[in-house]
């Protein structure tokens, strides 16, 4: 199999299930994880898991509806701005 140390695996619903399984394997491949899920609490708890681990974790959590978002670890929003095509 390929190195995968340094590279950046982005999982999306990486805090619970199969996303957090996901996300468990990568960082044990020594890879950087960016976590992205709506539930703050057990994207937390995922985030603290893998840097008790030892490893590189960004945690973000995105919002939908009118307007999308997503929040970083630092409560910083930015807002993205998307155009629905038909």
Known sequence: MENLTGRVAVVTGGASGIGRALAGAFAGEGMKVVIADVEKRALDQTAGDL???GAEVLEL????GP???IQDPD???IELNAEVLD
Request: hydrophobic content about 40%; charged content about 25%.
């Open 67 to 69: 307007q999308m978002w």
């Open 51 to 53: 840097r008790a681990r």
């Open 75 to 77: 409560g910083n929003v």
């Open 61 to 64: 959590r995105p919002g939908v």
